[in-house]
């Protein structure tokens, strides 16, 4: 009898596996099958051109590049924070520090705050400031989401370092700043993997673009102007009572997938280069 | 030379404990000025009033949550209900039962199935989900459904809460000590019976501080939930019915809601909401969470 259960059970949990695997195979299979055949090289090259979103000429450049142009500012910006960040609370502080818990626990909550909070905060803050929807705010405010992504994955390598390398360098006299820089570079393919988890994750959230980065039909030249992104862009497209201008949409789906896939791809190649150096 | 050396060790000190203090900081600063941006509408309404009326009618002043606040509870329910089991079952399998391959074959899944974006679940689930509700599910129930559904948004919150699940629970039943494990099948019991005896048992708590944390991830979902649910400000009665979550209904409104007084504050009021419930559910579970990877570790 029990064996039966066993069976049984065995077999339901396969099942669930199999269902998720599934519907990720499904997933990615529909956008590629429905975005592939309208998927055009003047797509990525071009900007819209006039009669664009009645199912025209033109691309989705625009929104390539200002998901780019947007997501370097917020990487940049992140990176500045949450490095020192890291190292502080790893290298810094004790081990079992209350401070270095309570940041922990408060990026862990900052983690689970939604996109389009961000993007309600940031629209605050701007209209506080004084800027307009544009690249600036865009890039202020993704930097606000995905901080705590790039902490946390941050913090989770730091941790895996041997902990006798950093007594090391403090016994040959080094403060522990100096230490910090050698261990920084130790950590570099964790770092790489950190960056490639935070870009992925800001490439695709449109909650928190909506209001503050605008959205246009040209190439960004200042950190004043709007800027398109390409998950709006997607979202407007798909919009549209056109069925070209539809298409275009699974199209530029299919672009932002593929951008998807490479970055989670090389984040998991470069956190296993990690995991072999250690051991 | 040496003492410049020291200068700068101390000068980094104090510029990460700034930002450390900052990082804090930046949660209650947050929430205070969504509160205060939402403090014209709760001053002039009752909160009670906000958050159990059903009546919507922002050009004459009328705001009543009810409809965006159930909205969003049935999605997020539904997509619980379907993706608890399934991770559940899911975890174990990869807990107790998978080699060592699956489990490395599981891990770009769980990866990529976090790392698509909202907007391409959206997409999907317009061209799948919605049609499919409509054509084939919902006739056996309704009269009529344009497939843009509180199920619909249910379904495709699922699969997108199904990676935080799994790669949480994981390492919730990672953390049962393997001594109980081994005794309860030295004693001749099964690996099912030891799941539901001693691992479902044992990890209890763990499992509903991951729900609630799903839950919460839920809630604040916005971009593929504005595209499958149908946007509609009602009272959904059925799952066949068009509902309107609070993401959706900020997300949908920000071109005009600088043109009418009230508007804004009562768009911040539901980002608040939000903000405040997400806040609770997480601080929450990942006490509880920390507290079993603590006594996993030392013990």
Known sequence: ?279 | MRKIRFVKDKTVRHFMLGIGVFTILFLLVIGFSLFFKALPIMKEKSLWVLLTSANWRPFKGDFGFLPYIISTVYVSLIAIIIALPLSILTSIFLNSYASRGIRRLFGPVVDLLSGIPPVIYGVWGTITIVPLISNKIAPGFVEFSTGYTVLAGGIVLAIMIIPLLISILVEVFRAIPKEITDASLSMGATRWQTVKKVILRKSFPGIIAATVLALSRAFGETMAVLMVCGNIAQIPHSFFDACYPLPALIANNYGEMLSMPGYESALMFAAFLLFIIVVLFNGLSRFTLNQIEKKYQFS
């Open chain 1, 1 to 279: 009898m029990k064996y039966l259960e066993e069976r049984i059970f065995k077999i339901i949990m396969i099942g669930a596996a199999m269902i998720i695997m599934g519907v990720l195979v499904y997933i990615i299979g529909t956008v590629f099958y429905k975005g592939l055949p309208s998927l055009t090289w003047e797509m990525i090259t071009k900007i819209p051109g006039g009669g664009f979103y009645l199912g025209k000429e033109g691309g989705v450049l625009n929104a390539i590049a200002g998901s780019i142009f947007l997501i370097t500012g917020a990487l940049f910006i992140s990176m500045i924070i949450s490095v020192p960040l890291v190292m502080y609370i790893n290298f810094y502080l004790p081990a079992r520090s209350v401070f270095s818990s309570i940041i922990r626990f408060s990026l862990d909550i900052l983690f689970g705050v939604p996109s389009i909070v961000y993007g309600a905060f940031g629209f605050a803050l701007m209209v506080y400031m004084g800027i307009k929807a544009s690249l600036l705010g865009g890039i202020i405010t993704v930097a606000m989401l995905i901080m705590p992504i790039m902490m946390r994955s941050l913090d989770e390598v730091t941790r895996l370092l041997p902990r006798d390398l950093p007594d090391a360098l403090l016994s040959l006299g080094s403060t522990k700043y100096e230490m910090s820089k050698v261990l920084l570079r130790q950590l570099m393919p964790g770092i790489v993997t950190a960056i490639l988890l935070a870009v992925g994750r800001g490439i695709g959230d449109a909650a928190t673009v909506l209001f503050t980065a605008g959205y246009t039909d040209n190439i960004p030249t200042s950190f004043g102007q709007p800027a398109a992104t390409l998950p709006l862009s997607i979202f407007f497209q798909l919009g549209s009572p056109v069925a070209e201008v539809q298409n275009r949409a699974y199209a530029s789906a299919v672009i932002l997938t593929v951008i998807i896939l490479i970055l989670s791809f090389s984040a998991r190649y470069f956190s296993s280069k990690f995991l072999k150096n250690r051991s």
